[in-house]
């Protein structure tokens, strides 16, 4: 499996957004492969690139980032837990800040906290990544002992793949 | 005996009015500044002002038979939670050790111009019968807080004089590396704030009293020199601990209400503003801000400083990150949004989101943030059970432990000048005997006089042992020992400890160690003054077995016949047949395997000596001891055990001894003499300390002595 299996999509409504205005950004993991995936959402941790799955924002205008996440603030991140693994059937999809039943998704603060003061067109992005180069790098800094082993066991069957959403460009005025 | 510190026979008062005359003025406690010019712990409050204009939340405190209670009111004064909260502890001979904890949530309250009276059901860490709290103050007389039951029944009473007007305070100590500046003060005036929003200068302790907490900086304060670790200027977790634990001067591994921060350069993941390290052992004692990603004079870093230290500080206080409060143990609720919506030292600025559509992130943070802790993180500053927020208590994201056995608890004060430890191997295979050795040595420069029965069967040192399943047993013997005579030494610098090793494996309760898994052990030490010593947390593992073989001996020894063997050292008895028959399964079959030294070591001892049996004639019958069998057995468990690959040291001092006189048995005195010389040797070439040399030579010249009598 590689990054061609999985797909990243951001969405917006096509209609121009307001400066000063949030802008509602739908965010769509796709399973494009043949089988079944296991996948995690954002997680405490995610968007500061502190743990994996790394999903990294960026908002840029003219070529500049004009947000991104700032650097961490420290690095207690809350425990990887079973129940937010999610198995992407072959053409599912799911929002990675939508959480199912019982999983702890959080929102790309990035995203829902971006109000331009100015008009313009801004294009998002995002990065997923897998790649950890060892699977402890996945867990949180506390309360992770309970279900340590069964998670790291559930790590190992993730794929490891980065890939990058499309640009998505809205115009705001 | 089960004690409950709400409802002790002979301490409940009736007529508390009457109790309260004639008491003694509130207790005067130090008065002192720190350099914000904050009042410090212990304020003297002039009780001839009107309660009603003084308030009187704060922290009281009192005695009543053995306990001690901490009891904090929080009902008027700054951001008043409405809460009543308190800690328990007991005080036996020279040691305090913390008991319990109990809230009152949204107490009634009832003023009049000479009283205030504030009453409530309890919510407590263990199960009490006097649920029902009625604290009533009035002018110049201490606070009196009446327990009862349910239905009335007076339960205990406690008479607290005012001890502060912080519901705790805590002592910070402070370090830096060379080379970084540690903040000072950020007045909250310098950039747009919310309008709700005072302006006033902030220092970390203001930020911490304005929550009801006197954070007191304390200790040496160290300039700490990096100069030898070069051009490597990042720090580990690791590293951190390990500097707290030479650096804090104010260090204790103890829960204590002491905590240190080191403004250090950089962590070794770049960019990190700070991190609360202590995740080892007794946890959250100790945090640092990294200077290198947070230092600046403007106003916005200076702002920003300030929150870093207090968030972190804010962790070792157990606070988690506002939107991550549902994952501590027990969950706690999440404030709007997730907890994303908190405006709060424990949120991250760009994380900041309230519900839509109010606008979220950096500045919409900091437009808001009136520079202080939520509600919820308040009431868990001022009214959290202890162990869940004292440094060195519960581990961080852990709330209201789970009940320990009475017995087994976090000491608060430790005067006994005594030292009790427990040491075992790390790791011992399925089915292997758990033998501990205990150690009890005196801190006391003068010496100390101590009873000698370390042996938990004895019962004047218990074992509490947590099982990997988390529930935790008191060890107790399969058969209890009376200690009616008073055996003491003097412990003293020349010989300053004593010594004992226990089997522990099986008690009354059956199997201890029949999961694998980690285990954690502590014992307690009941002295003759009453002083409970307790030692540190002993953890072993019980290792799954690796091969079939290692799955087939260790369930050999895991049945409760061989448990109570072992607790014997052997036993002819018919209801102990099935357990022999396993261990001679063992010797036959697995003979090489390395649990069967302890086999042997049964079978050996057991035929060094007679055996008596009541026979169904009720006639004694007296099995001869078997002197040849027992050379055989105990000589094999002498070579492995010499080798480093048998039974522990005290055990096989045991096993030379009762190995020597099975060589006099047999009929060869000289053989007998030599192995008692031979243990000399052997215990010489362990390097123990000299004054534990000298008692084995002592004992050795003694049994050797006893071997040539007649």
């Not at chain 2, 202590?278 to 200077?291: K, N, S, T």
């Amino acid at each position: 499996m590689d990054g061609s299996d999985l797909s990243i999509m951001l969405h917006s409504p096509e209609e121009k957004q307001g400066v000063g205005m949030p802008i509602p950004i739908k965010i769509e993991v796709r399973n494009l492969s043949q089988q079944s995936v296991w996948i995690v959402g954002v997680v405490d941790g995610s968007e500061d690139a502190i743990r994996y799955p790394h999903y990294l924002p960026r908002i840029s205008m003219a070529g500049q980032v004009v947000a991104e996440p700032p650097p961490p603030e420290d690095p207690l991140v809350g425990p990887l837990r079973l129940a937010d693994f999610r198995l992407l059937a072959p053409g599912e999809a799911f929002d990675p800040t939508n959480p199912h039943p019982g999983a702890k998704f959080l929102p790309i603060s990035t995203f829902s906290s971006f109000r331009s003061a100015v008009p313009g067109r801004f294009e998002f992005s995002l990065v997923l990544s897998t790649q950890s180069q060892y699977p402890e790098q996945w867990l949180g800094s506390f309360g992770q002992d309970a279900e340590r082993s069964a998670v790291l066991e559930r790590i190992a069957q993730v794929p490891r793949l980065t890939i990058r959403s499309n640009v998505l460009k809205v115009e705001v005025i | 005996m089960t004690y409950d510190p709400t409802y002790q026979e002979g301490t409940s008062v009736a007529f508390p009015e009457l109790a309260m005359k004639g008491m003694a003025p509130p207790e005067e406690v130090e008065n002192g500044t720190d350099s914000d010019g904050l009042a410090a712990a212990g304020e003297q409050i002039d009780s001839r002002i009107a309660l009603s204009e003084r308030g009187v939340s704060g922290l009281y405190r009192g005695t009543s038979g053995d306990f001690q209670l901490e009891l904090r009111v929080d009902v008027d004064g700054s951001r008043p939670m409405n809460r009543l909260s308190g800690d328990l502890f007991r005080v036996t001979g020279a040691t305090t050790t913390y008991f319990g904890s109990f809230i009152v949530n949204s107490p009634t309250v009832t003023r009049t111009a000479s009283s205030v009276t504030i009453e409530g059901l309890g919510e407590y860490t263990w199960s009490t019968i006097a649920p029902q709290v009625k604290v009533t103050m009035s002018p110049a007389a201490p606070a009196t807080i009446q327990f009862s039951t349910t239905s009335g029944s007076p339960g205990s009473i406690y008479i607290c004089p005012f001890v502060s007007s912080y519901f705790r305070s805590v002592q910070w100590e402070q370090d830096s590396v060379v080379d970084t500046v540690p903040f000072v003060s950020y007045n909250t005036g310098s950039l747009p704030q919310p309008p709700n929003s005072l302006s006033r200068e902030l220092t970390v302790s203001k930020a911490y009293a304005e929550a009801g907490i006197g954070l007191q900086t304390a200790g040496l304060t160290n300039i700490v020199d990096t100069s030898a670790s070069g051009t490597d200027t990042r720090w580990s977790a690791s590293e951190l601990h390990a500097a707290m634990v030479s650096n804090f001067s104010l260090w204790e591994d103890v829960p204590q209400w002491k905590v240190y921060l080191i403004v250090a350069t950089s962590y070794e993941r770049d960019d990190v503003r700070g991190i609360m390290y202590d995740q080892q052992g007794l946890q959250r004692q100790g945090c640092a801000v990294f200077y290198d990603a947070i230092q600046g004079t403007d106003a916005a870093r200076q702002r920003a400083q300030l929150r870093t230290y207090v968030h972190e500080l804010g962790h070792c206080f157990n606070l988690l990150h506002s939107w991550q409060k549902d994952l501590a143990d027990p969950p706690a609720p999440l404030g709007p949004n997730g907890g994303l919506g908190d405006l709060s030292w424990m949120n991250y600025v760009q994380n900041y989101q309230p519900p839509p559509p109010a606008p979220g992130g950096e500045a919409a943070y900091w437009a808001n943030f009136p520079f202080q802790f939520t509600d919820s993180e308040i009431i868990h500053l001022r009214h959290a059970f202890y162990r869940n927020i004292t440094f060195g208590g519960n581990a961080f994201g852990v709330g209201a432990a789970e009940i320990d056995p009475e017995v087994v608890r976090d000491r608060t004060e430790d005067n006994s000048g005594l030292k009790l430890e427990l040491r075992s191997k790390d790791v011992y295979a399925y089915g292997e005997p758990v033998v501990v050795e205990i150690k009890l040595s005196t801190t006391d420069l003068r010496g100390k006089r101590v009873h000698s029965y370390l042996h938990p069967d004895d019962e004047m040192v218990q074992i509490a042992i947590r099982k990997p399943s988390g529930s935790t047993v008191l060890y107790r013997p399969m058969i209890e020992h009376c200690v009616d005579e008073v055996k003491t030494i003097t412990l003293t610098s020349e010989h300053p400890a004593i010594y004992d090793s226990a089997y522990i494996g099986y008690g009354r309760e059956g199997q201890y160690f029949a999961e694998t898994g980690h285990y954690q052990l502590r014992a307690i030490y009941i002295a003759q003054d009453g002083s409970r010593v307790v030692s540190p947390t002993l953890t072993l593992q019980v290792r799954s077995p690796y091969t079939a073989t290692d799955e087939e001996v260790g369930e050999l020894f895991m049945g409760d016949e061989q448990g109570q063997l072992l607790k014997l050292l052997g036993s002819d008895s018919e209801a102990l047949k099935h357990g022999n028959e396993a261990f001679d399964l063992v010797l036959d079959k697995h003979s090489e395997h390395p649990l069967a030294v302890y086999a042997r070591l049964v079978k050996g001892i057991n035929a060094q000596r007679t055996f008596k049996k009541l026979a169904v004639d009720k006639v004694v019958k007296v099995r001869e001891a078997k002197p040849r069998e027992s050379v055989a057995l105990l000589s094999s468990v002498v070579d492995d055990s010499t080798a480093e690959k048998g039974v522990d040291n005290i055990t096989l001092n045991l096993a030379m001894r009762r190995l020597a006189r099975a060589h006099k048995e047999t009929g060869d005195l000289e053989r007998a003499e030599a192995t008692i010389d031979r243990m000399v040797e052997v215990f010489e070439h362990k390097q123990l300390k000299p004054y534990i040399v000298q008692q084995i030579t002592a004992d050795a010249e003694a049994e050797k002595a006893e071997l040539n009598e007649a």
